[in-house]
């Protein structure tokens, strides 16, 4: 039986730090639905930008092999208590990774650029008055501004300058998002994209994507891509 991630039960906490939830684990049941994948993709370098507890970055690591001391993982997380707790939550998982309290990935850019074979991303989605994007505390982890894009918008470019060539984003979507031109934003950046796991809840409809350079397989199987399925099918359903 391979490893399934991050035992909840070892997970850290703290008030003001977002607990894993219905988004982090459609991320994580995203990375397992890719594990063939990303086992084969051969990841030196991989990253989580907007850590929070910890789950999915551990995760991540156990999926890859804990093992495994040719990887080196990095994440990052605006809130400084998340920082803290995702020690404790790697540390009761036996997992490494270097943890840096900064926005997105600021102060990494020139050190990290075009050296990231995965990144993941649980960014701040939920619609919210712009005013909440700049709150500090749990509110920062969900607090996504117009359309819940205002933060999306901003990892992006970042995401581009941080994957290798061969390097895969992985982020979590909401409908409210309008996810379809998130795949248009990164394609004028030369990504294709697919949807790795689709799922509702009583409160939202979550979209994990998958996006690659184009030109770049992402699969061993030639899974479908979005060259192959018009993008408003896929988010009207």
Known sequence: MFPRGADIRLVSGHPEVYEPCDDSFALVDALLADRGNLLNHQARFCMEIGCGSGYVITSLAIILGKENSGIHYFTSDINPNATSVTQRTLDAHGVHAEIVNTDIASGLQKRLVGMMDVIVVNPPYVPTPEEEVSC??????????YNGRTVI???????????????????????????????????????????????STEEESLYVIKFWRDGVDDVQDKDITSSSLGLGSWFGK
Do not use: F
Request: a neutral charge; hydrophobic letters at 40%.
């Open 136 to 145: 500090e505390g749990i509110t920062a982890s969900w607090a996504g501004g």
């Open 153 to 199: 918008d901003r990892i992006l470019p970042v995401v581009d300058e941080l994957l290798s060539d061969t390097g895969w984003l992985y982020m979590v979507t909401l409908t409210a998002n309008n996810p379809s031109e998130i795949c248009l934003v990164m394609r004028r950046k030369g990504y294709a994209s697919r949807i790795v796991l689709q799922r």
